[in-house]
């Protein structure tokens, strides 16, 4: 007698990859998000800042604003937060901690996170 052949069932394996692979990929990733930094003197110069006709103006300005500046908006709020952590060494702690835990699960784990009966991906 022949057995049926089992059910498919999905395996998740890792992708053998080294630190310094994970690390130089890392690094060239963000050196290619600085390439399309935008000098700050175009940022702040005085001719740039006129007062919209409308309010879809507005939004429209914006909109193109965020879009062309983006990568020194980034910047900006970054260097805010990160002062504001290195203020408060217990907040720093907590983050640290929980950056740590979130790099663990998403790059170490093989199958996918079960909460509370649910799965994340």
């Known amino acids: ?17 080294s630190a310094g692979d994970v ?14 930094l935008r000098p700050w003197p175009e940022l702040f110069t005085s001719g740039s800042f006129t007062r919209p006709d409308s309010f879809a ?3 429209t300005q914006l909109r193109a604003n ?5 990568v020194n908006y980034l910047i900006i709020i970054s260097a ?14 907590i983050f640290a901690s ?5 790099l663990l699960l ?5 199958d996918p996170l079960v909460l509370w009966g649910l799965r994340c991906e």
């Open 1 to 17: 007698m022949s057995h049926p052949p089992p059910p498919s069932t999905t395996t998740y394996t890792t992708i053998p990859i």
């Open 23 to 36: 690390i130089s990929r890392s690094l060239q990733n963000f050196t290619s998000s600085f390439s399309i």
């Open 57 to 59: 103006t507005a939004l």
């Open 66 to 70: 965020f879009h062309y500046f983006r």
């Open 80 to 93: 805010c937060g990160a002062l504001s952590l290195i203020g408060s060494p217990v907040s720093l702690l």
């Open 98 to 102: 929980v950056l740590s835990l979130w």
């Open 106 to 110: 998403y790059f170490f784990r093989e």
